[in-house]
């Protein structure tokens, strides 16, 4: 699982990219209607980020959310995972992970 570190409060113009590949699913990405990130928090809550669809081929997509204020409160380990919406139903991505940290290195 990669790691990118972002900082704690983070706000537009700072944001994460999900780039999503078909891998060995076989799933035509071009069928992809539209999709949210699902945020595991340090704490343990779970939260939803609207993205930004772009570059969808039938191999590739990508995903971006622009952080607002309140996404990212605390420093720690963000689980975040990218759910598809197809013609099938729901597809969940392999779980990527962010790490929030004060900008300034205190906790």
């Known amino acids: 699982m990669t790691t990118n570190v972002v900082y704690q409060g983070g706000v537009s113009p700072e ?3 999900v780039d999503v590949e078909t891998g060995t699913s076989g799933l035509d990405l071009t069928t992809v209607t539209a999709a949210i990130l699902r945020v595991g928090r340090p704490d343990g809550s779970v939260v939803t ?3 930004a669809m772009s570059a969808q081929t039938a191999t ?3 995903l971006t ?3 607002m204020a309140g996404d990212l409160p605390m420093v720690g380990r ?3 995972v990218a759910e ?3 013609p099938a139903g729901m597809r969940r991505c392999n779980p990527r992970e962010i790490y ?3 900008i300034y290195g205190g906790a």
């Open 15 to 17: 944001a994460i990219t």
């Open 49 to 51: 980020w609207s993205v």
């Open 60 to 62: 590739s997509l990508l």
């Open 65 to 67: 959310h622009v952080f």
């Open 78 to 80: 963000y689980a975040v």
């Open 84 to 86: 598809l919406t197809i």
């Open 100 to 102: 929030a940290q004060n």
